[in-house]
């Protein structure tokens, strides 16, 4: 499967001519990428034919407070609206386990069962976190991971292992090139 990041409606309708098969929708590139405002999930839910899913993340780095939950909770509810097939977020708490309980009440604010992908955060957390993952009631469709909080380059091995154990779960990035591709 191929995701693409898409800025704009532009980006999103040229990544589905390029073949993309669903899009991970930022508001901007800063800090690794941070949500979109909702008029900008709709109109890009509206401009293409394959699943977006805006990124629920509202600064940088993988931890958040009450008062941005909440927020999260919101722009969830309306990119739901919007008609986003799904979210990308991930949450880690200061001991760098997977935050359930921040995971668990975003998600909880959107129609039960919206599918969502757990990004990068997985590459910064403590060992057992995929497995956390795996065993929640709701476990991520899709985790997005590099191998390495050093991107892909570093990673590509644990990429790979991952990849090779459930190639359903994984979704690539972090510096991924094309050069990075095995056959």
Known sequence: MLEVIALNVDDARKAEEGGAHQ??????????????????????VTAVNIPVRPMLRLSDGFATNANEVEQLKQLAVQYADAGAAGVVLGFLTPDSQIDIAVLEGILSSTAPGMDYTFHRAIDYAAQGARETLLALEHPPRHV????????????????????????????????????????
């Open 23 to 44: 899009l991970e929708l930022v508001g901007t590139m800063d800090k690794d990428g941070l949500s979109p405002s909702p008029a900008l999930a709709a109109d890009v």
């Open 144 to 183: 997005l991971t590099a191998g390495s909080p050093l991107g892909v380059g570093e990673g590509i091995e644990t990429l790979l292992a991952r990849a090779k154990a459930t190639p359903e779960l994984i979704l690539a990035g972090g510096g991924l090139k094309l050069s990075s591709c095995r056959a």
